[in-house]
């Protein structure tokens, strides 16, 4: 694609939950791999392991403990599927979200790929140079189904019912 890059999407979100809501995000993300002819990879769904890896760090706050465990445990699987595929870079959309920690994510992305060295963690800044911005605007022209939190249960807003 641009700079001789093809980019393979490795789609790991074991955090997300309920099922419906990993399977619509997914399902986004295919839509839109499928417009600019890329490959999604999904390793599957195991919510149980996400839930066993972040065990105790339930009421973390966001860009907590929790979401540095969770981050880790994503890049290191992604690190993992590179290097058995022959992949040398990795980085990830999280580095696109205004409510996520670029220093977690890269602290993430470097602890992940420690256990592979024939692969390396891109630290891209996903927010700047007019990248927001052109995130805004694929969202607006595909019509994104987009939320304002990561996906799992204990990042969830407070419904209406809750704040009673």
Known sequence: MNHGITPVIYYCNPNIAPLDEYVKRRDECVRYATALG???????????????????????PERGSRCLKCFTMRLADTA???AEHGFSVITTTLASSRWK????????GRAATACTPEVTFWEQNWRKGGLSERRAAIIKEFDFYNQRYCGCEFSMPPTDEQQS
């Open 101 to 108: 920690s670029q220093e977690q994510i890269c602290a993430a």
């Open 80 to 82: 993992r599927y590179a």
């Open 38 to 60: 890329l490959e999604v990879v999904d390793p599957g769904y195991d919510h149980a392991a996400w839930l066993a890896e972040v065990a105790g760090l339930e009421n973390e």
